[in-house]
Every structure is written in structure tokens, then in C-alpha cells.
């Protein structure tokens, strides 16, 4: 079943964007991500303009958070006081990357931009998590120990010392402040929550204890997304609700189904094949722009009348 | 100039032969479920002196709301492909098609065309490009080529059917990835590719229902429908995820 989708002002087959939210959906139910650094590449490759992709992906996000963070709640591992200080800096970056998004727009390099951000974070990201899976699985092969964290490092010398009650913390709010402002940037620019960056950050940078960590992001991606959103659809009108609503209702469905199947797989592996796809993907993208294109030329709105 | 070129055509020998034209349908209405559409154009000549000499050829254009576009090219720049220059067109149709009666050339002359604008070629105008772009030409062509790829832009050479020199039909396609606007309906009737009489018309494509009340409200009133987008998200996953787990138990 074809449908029209009124911002986009494309036609596209509805099932095909169910399936996709399913199966994205199932993936981020798996790995517990987000799963919009797979969406937003794979709604590029069925012909969504990107500029719409993006915008429409970071209202997905509020959606699909949203569920997930009043569970949290339930269960009381949110710290709000770092959520506030990491929305912060989210919202400052936000504003940042939509600015970006708009001036790069105008110089018709929008789509290098966003493309490129996906090569760099996507094979970083993917890179480091397969490298530390593997090492953790040869580990667990030989029966080791599993790595203690260091406690204090440089950013214990830092001013502005603030207490964080739930995650047990007295540290600077310099660090916090520019992970959120770094995660803010990337949703803006990427259409992501950016909580492959965030959750590592907070774990490793901020010192955060690992069951917070989870509530505590999602809540930040909630209000940094949702205020992304406002900004991409008061200056670029390209949000499309439909497309959205569509992607979401696969996107739930098949996390749920996602969250049964992660149960019974190791944590090694799972994340062994979260770091395959990540740089599967990467790869994609990456191939794109290396060689070179059947098409040479490309047609975009005109700018400045 | 050009204008008075055009009236002395049509005066002659517009008392001769005549265009009377019928549409399928007056408007193309876009819905949740628009998947392209077929406009059936027929028509008649009205004649009120005998047939005159040379052949009968029909043209039939339709044209989507003229706008401009940017054209860009790519390059490589440090092993990889980025836009670099870029060739503004100030009108070009978002969908145009061209059904004739027989070869293009065969049923329009050369000079008709231009002055006309019938083919695509003839259609686009006004290029803008900084000095350092060479082959502007090239640009166009690929606009063309991106668009009739597409089938946006469609050349339908001998689609037109015409019985006993008097009725004609035919039917062209509009594509599922449409514009809103008015489409400017054309048909030259020619006689040895000299244009004998010509009607135009305007068909009228919209989205109807949601889709122009979506449309609008986030033209007008973006505030409102960013507000009213994260409602309806949160509400459907929520609604989702409580519909699922009332399902399991």
C-alpha cells in the first residue's frame, strides 16, 4: 500500500516503512540503542530527502525514549541533577548543530555533512566496540577478571564541583556540560539521541555507576530531541509526522520483540554483532562516497529567492 | 515582438480549424493513499470549411508549476565525491510531459518549438552560472536526464491517437512523487508543423484531506505543528508499547 507522505512529498509503501521500524526496532530492543544511527542511514537509502530524515528521526526519538524513560522512573535510576546538566549543555549544542544543519543547507553540502558524520562516528564507535568485545570474549575464554575502573583521573582537578546524590558523584560540571553539548551537536546534525556517545562517555569519562546510566541519557535525549525537532520544523519544515508515526509504531512493536530475543544471547556477542552492523553501515556510507557516482550531477531547491 | 509573431500565427488560419477539448478530470486530488495518476485527454477539430492540405499533427503538453532549482555537479576532492559547482535554473516544471501525434519533428517545426516552448529543451530558460562553470549546457542536460529518469519529465512521441482527422486522445501518466500546483494543459494542433490552433487549460493538483491540513499547519503555523508532531509521537509509542504489554497478559 502506497502512501503520501505530505512533507517529504514522496510516495513511498507504507509496509516497507513498518518493516523497517521493525526492524530497527528489533535491533535496538537487542542492543538497548536507540537504533536511530540505523534508522536515519537506511530512510537515505529508500530516498527520503535527508534533510527530512533527519528532522522526522529526532521526533521518533522523543517517541520511542519516551516509554523507556517512564519505566526508569519506576524504578528510581534516573539522576535527575546530572540529566539537567547534561540537557544543558544538549540544548546549547542543539542550537549549535541546527545552525550548522541550516548554513551547510544553503551551501548544498548539507548531505556531505550528515553522511560524513555518520563515517566518522559510526566507524569509530563500531571500531572500538569490536575491538573491546573481542578482547572481553578471549578473557572470559581464559577465565579472567574482569577490569577494574580507575576512579581518579584528570577530571577530578576540575572547578565548579558539584554533587550528584543518585549517582554517588562530587565532579565538575565542565565535563558533563560538553558531553552534553557534544551528544546536542549530533542530534542535531546526525537525527540521532546519541546515546552510542553519551552512555560510553558517561560510564568512562564521568565515572557514572552503570545502572543510571541508561535512565539518566534517555531522559536528556528526550528533551534534546524533542527541542531539536522544534527547531528543524519552525526553520525547515521537515518534519513529517506521518513518516514518523509509521516508523514508530514498527520501531515499538519490534523492540518488544528485540528486548525477548537479547535475553538469551550473551552480552559478548551481542555486542560483537552491534559493532558488525554499526560498521556495515559505516561501510555503506563510506563506499558512496568514495567512489564514484553513476549520477555526477543532483537537483536541490534553490537558495536566496 | 515575439508576441505579434504569435497572433499573426493564429490569426490566419485559426478561423479554419479549431480545438475543442475535453479532460478526464479538471483536478488530480492528492491523498494518503495517491499513487500517481492518468489524465485521459480527448478532443475534436472543428471545421467549418473543408479540410484543408498538409497533415494533421496533435500536441498535447502538460507542465507542472514552474520553480527554481539548483543544479550541482560533483567532484572529487580529496578521494571523496562532494558537490562543488553549482548552476542555478530559474524555471523549470517539477513535471512536464509531451504527447504528440506522430515524430516530434514531423509534427512541429523547428522555429514553432521555440517560440512555443514545447519540448522540455525549449521549456527551461534563464540559466544563472558563476564564470567558472564552462559547460552550463551540461547542467541542463542533467536536470533533464535526472528528471526523465524519473518520469517527471516524459516524452511521448506518436502517443497522440487521432481518427478520421477529427477526434484525437490520449492518456499521460503523473507520477506518485508530485508537486501541488497548477498544471498548465496544452494542445497545438499544426498542419505541416505549423501551429493552426492551440487551447489551454489548467488542471488542478492538490492535497486534499490530512495531507493539505498537515501540509499547511506546518507552513503556517510551525510552532503549532512541531508541538502537535511530538504529541502524536509520544502518544503512538506510548500507545504502542501499552497496547503490546496489554497483550502479553
Known sequence: MQIYLPIAEVSVNAFLLLGLGGMVGILSGMFGVGGGFLMTPLLFFIGIPPAVAVATEANQIVASSFSGVLAHFRRKTVDLRMGVVLLIGGLVGAALGVFVFNYLKSLGQVDLLVKLCYVVFLGVIGGLMFIESLNAIRKTAKGGAVPKRKKHNWIHKLPFKMRFRVSGLYISVIPPLLVGLVVGILAAIMGVGGGFIMVPAMIYLLGMPTKVVVGTSLFQIIFVTAFTTMLHATTNFTVDVVLAVLLLVGGVIGAQIGTRIGVKMKAEQLRILLAIMVLAVCGKLAFDLLVMPSELYSIGAAEGH | ?249
Open chain 2, 1 to 249: 515582438m515575439r508576441l505579434l509573431m504569435i497572433l499573426l500565427c493564429l490569426a490566419l488560419p485559426a478561423a479554419a480549424e479549431e480545438v475543442v477539448l475535453g479532460l478526464s478530470q479538471k483536478e488530480v486530488a492528492i491523498t494518503t493513499n495517491f499513487d500517481g495518476s492518468e489524465i485521459f485527454v480527448f478532443g475534436a477539430v472543428k471545421r467549418d470549411a473543408p479540410q484543408p492540405e498538409g497533415k494533421l499533427g496533435v500536441i498535447v503538453t502538460i507542465s507542472g508549476p514552474p520553480v527554481p532549482v539548483s543544479v550541482r555537479k560533483k567532484e572529487r576532492r580529496f578521494g571523496i565525491w562532494v558537490n562543488t559547482d553549482v548552476v542555478e535554473i530559474e524555471a523549470a516544471p517539477s513535471y512536464y510531459a509531451v504527447a504528440t501525434s506522430g515524430p516530434i519533428d514531423d509534427v512541429l517545426d523547428t522555429r514553432e518549438n521555440i517560440l512555443r516552448r514545447v519540448t522540455v529543451t525549449s521549456m527551461i530558460q534563464s540559466i544563472s552560472a558563476p564564470t567558472t562553470v564552462l559547460d552550463a549546457t551540461g547542467y541542463v542536460k542533467a536536470l533533464i536526464r535526472i528528471r526523465e529518469k524519473a518520469e517527471a519529465f516524459q516524452l511521448l512521441e506518436g502517443k497522440v491517437v487521432i481518427d478520421d482527422d477529427t477526434l484525437f486522445r490520449t492518456r499521460i501518466k503523473l507520477p506518485a512523487a508530485l508537486t501541488e500546483g497548477a498544471y498548465q494543459t496544452r494542445i497545438l494542433l499544426t498542419r505541416d508543423g505549423q501551429v493552426v490552433d492551440h487551447y489551454q487549460t489548467a488542471i488542478d493538483v492538490r492535497k486534499v484531506g490530512l495531507e493539505r491540513w498537515l501540509y499547511s499547519l506546518s507552513r503556517n503555523q510551525p510552532f503549532l505543528y512541531g508541538l502537535m508532531s511530538l504529541a502524536i509521537a509520544i502518544f503512538a509509542g506510548w500507545g504502542a508499547s501499552a497496547a503490546f504489554s496489554l497483550l502479553r497478559n
